[in-house]
C-alpha cells in the first residue's frame, strides 16, 4: 500500500484540517495512495499511520514544498510513500466547498446557533500574537472594525480570544454595548461563526476556515500580516469565485507589538477595498520574488527523492 502521511505536528484545528483536505486532494490524483496521520477528534476523523512496508517517505516541508514535482515523481512510480509536513495556505488545493462542509461535522452536541442577520460576528485572534512572535501576525486595528459596523449598520457581536489583555481592554472600551461571546471550546467557537449569517475574520485559518464553511451573506476579511497578498504571496485564500467575501486592504505590517504600534490600533484608518481581481494581480507581482525559493524548494526535493530511493532500495 502506498501511503501519504500528514504530520499534524503542533499545528492547531484549522492547519490540520487544511494539511487533511490537500492530502485528499492529492490522493486523488494518486489513485494507489492511501492518506494515514490525522487525528481530529473534533470532527470524529482519525486514521493513525499504520505499519506496513517499510517507511521512509520523500518529504515535503513548508508553505514553498513543490506539491507538483512531488504529485510527478509519484506518477512515474518513483515514490511509494509521502510525508505531508507542509501546509498549503491556498483554497485552490482544498476540497470543494460541500464536500469540505459533509467532512467536517460536529457531534450535534458540539453544535451552536450562529446569529443571524442583525448581528455581525467578529471573530477576534489573541494571545501569542499581539506580543510579536511573528511579524505576519498581529491584532487588527478597532478602527478597522468600527468602519465595518458603520457600514453595515449590524449589531457588534465578539467571540474568541478576547482576554484581560491590552487588546481585550481596548475592544471592550470601544465596544461597551457589543454582544461577547464567552469562550467554551474550540469546535463550539467554530460553529458558532459557521451559523452566522455575517462575519468579520480574523489572522486565523480557524477563523476563515468557520467562515468559508458558512452560509454566511457577507464575510469581510481584513489583508493585514499573513493575509496581505503583497506581504505573503504564497498564501491565497482569496476565492475569486465567492461573492461572499469583501476584501479590505492594509499596508505592508511587520508587527513587533511596539507601543507606537499598540497605540495605533485606535486610529488606523490605512486601508481600503479591493477586488479579488486587484487581490490576485498583486499576489502576482509580489509572488516573482519567490522564484529563487521556489527553485531551491525543488531543488531540496530532488535530494529527498534520492534519500527516498535508496531507503526503498536497502529496504
Avoid at 502521511?5 to 489513485?31: C, E, F, H, W, Y
Avoid at 520523500?58 to 509519484?74: D, N
Avoid at 489573541?126 to 449590524?154: A, N, V, W
Wanted: contains cysteine.
Amino acid at each position: 500500500m502506498k501511503k501519504l502521511v500528514i504530520d499534524q505536528g503542533s499545528g492547531r484545528l484549522g492547519n490540520q484540517m487544511m494539511q487533511l483536505m490537500t492530502a485528499k486532494i492529492m490522493a486523488r490524483a494518486l489513485p494507489d495512495f492511501e492518506v494515514f496521520g490525522y487525528d481530529m477528534p473534533d470532527w470524529r476523523l482519525s486514521r493513525p499511520l499504520t505499519q506496513g512496508h517499510p517507511y521512509c517517505p520523500l518529504v515535503l516541508r513548508g508553505v514553498l514544498a513543490p506539491f507538483e514535482l512531488a504529485l510527478r515523481f509519484s506518477r512515474l512510480r518513483l515514490v511509494n510513500a509521502i510525508l505531508l509536513r507542509a501546509i498549503r495556505v491556498d483554497y485552490r488545493w482544498f476540497l470543494p466547498r460541500e464536500e469540505a462542509k459533509a467532512l467536517f461535522q460536529p457531534l450535534p452536541e458540539d453544535d451552536a446557533p450562529g446569529f443571524d442577520e442583525t448581528h455581525i460576528v467578529i471573530n477576534i485572534r489573541g494571545q501569542e500574537i499581539l506580543f510579536g512572535k511573528s511579524g505576519d501576525y498581529g491584532p487588527i486595528s478597532i478602527e478597522y472594525y468600527k468602519h465595518i459596523l458603520r457600514e453595515t449598520g449590524l449589531k457588534p457581536v465578539f467571540m474568541g480570544q478576547i482576554f484581560d489583555d491590552y487588546y481585550g481592554n481596548m475592544i471592550r472600551s470601544a465596544f461597551p454595548d457589543a454582544v461577547y461571546v464567552q469562550h467554551t471550546s474550540a469546535i463550539k467557537d467554530f460553529q458558532i461563526i459557521r451559523n452566522s449569517k455575517n462575519i468579520v475574520v480574523s489572522l486565523s485559518t480557524f477563523s476563515w476556515l468557520a467562515a468559508w464553511l458558512s452560509e454566511a451573506q457577507r464575510i469581510y476579511m481584513p489583508l493585514i500580516g499573513g493575509w496581505n497578498p503583497e506581504q505573503r504571496p504564497d498564501s491565497n485564500l482569496t476565492p475569486a469565485d465567492d461573492r461572499r467575501f469583501l476584501y479590505d486592504l492594509f499596508p505592508v505590517r511587520i508587527w513587533k507589538a511596539t507601543p507606537e504600534q499598540i497605540a495605533s490600533l485606535n486610529h488606523d484608518r490605512a486601508f481600503r477595498r479591493v477586488t479579488a481581481a486587484e487581490v490576485e494581480d498583486i499576489r502576482s507581482r509580489s509572488g516573482r520574488k519567490l522564484l529563487p525559493k521556489r527553485i531551491r524548494k525543488s531543488v531540496q526535493l530532488f535530494f529527498y527523492l534520492v534519500l527516498h530511493l535508496a531507503c526503498r532500495r536497502i529496504g
